[in-house]
């Protein structure tokens, strides 16, 4: 039997085909990248005019551990400036962070099946808390019990540079931040059938190994206590992983 469309009723579109990554040419692939990186750029460049904003009250917030901005010095004619901008860019970073990792995965998102883009994209609400959770970790707990030891040291009282403070607390932050994201990592990594609960349990004196020499890089102090207070979370991160690497393969434990 024909059947005739009623008068202005629009012609039914053809379902959509699911973009097929190996289908696209070099030219189209340099072309997404190119708009992606652009949007993540823009996305930047917001969030560090917002902390520009707000930069002489992050400042306030970053110099509190060492006793407030009154305990700095500054030498240099743009040492203020350079300050501030670090101060922002690391702040601007934070805010787009969520943004920019959207825009790394939503590359990779025609190589994925439905199931693996779903578990990606709440991978970035749980990256992003990560990534908070080290840089309050480091504000709250490192810098008050390394501060008072480094600046006190040997009973000489030192009255820290402007630029070198920051330029110390801002790594710290980041560094510790980053770190923060192993369980986060492993769990991706055992999604896609790299590494196992199994391998990673059987391998934790490695990691306890593994995890002193990475305390003992970041940790600003050489003292042992300060190394046990990076020690300590990373370990029970490492086991966090463990539980990750567990979820994420479940069925099976062999490679």
């Not at 306030?60 to 203020?80: F, H, K, Q």
């Not at 934790?204 to 190394?227: C, E, G, H, K, S």
Request: net charge positive.
């Amino acid at each position: 039997m024909i059947k005739f469309r009623k008068k202005g009723a629009k012609p039914s579109s053809p379902p959509k085909k699911k973009v097929n990554r190996a289908d696209l040419t070099i030219p189209e692939h340099l072309n997404e990248l190119r708009q992606r990186l652009l949007r993540g750029l823009v996305a930047m460049i917001l969030a560090v005019l917002v902390c520009f904003a707000i930069g002489e009250r992050l400042i306030e917030i970053l110099a509190y551990p060492v006793g407030g901005i009154d305990r700095l010095i500054s030498i240099e004619v743009t040492e203020n400036v350079s300050v501030f901008m670090r101060v922002s860019l690391l702040g601007g970073f934070i805010l787009a962070f969520p943004y920019i990792l959207y825009e790394a995965l939503a590359y990779i998102r025609p190589a994925l099946e439905d199931h693996e883009w779903r578990g990606l994209l709440i991978a970035i609400p749980f990256a992003t808390l990560l990534f908070v959770s080290g840089v309050l970790f480091a504000y709250f707990v490192m810098l008050p019990a390394a501060l008072p030891f480094l600046i006190s040291f040997i009973g000489i009282t030192t009255t820290p540079r402007l630029s070198n403070y920051f330029s110390f607390v801002t790594g710290l932050l980041f560094w510790i931040g980053v770190s923060f994201e192993t369980p986060l990592v492993v769990y991706l990594l055992a999604r896609f059938r790299l590494v196992t609960a199994e391998t990673l349990a059987k391998q934790w004196r490695v990691a306890v190994v593994i995890i002193a020499v990475l305390a003992a890089f970041v940790t600003p102090t050489p003292d042992p206590v300060n190394m046990g207070l990076l020690m300590i979370p990373l370990l029970v991160l490492y086991l966090l992983s463990i539980g990750m690497a567990k979820i994420a393969n479940p069925a099976r434990g062999e490679n």
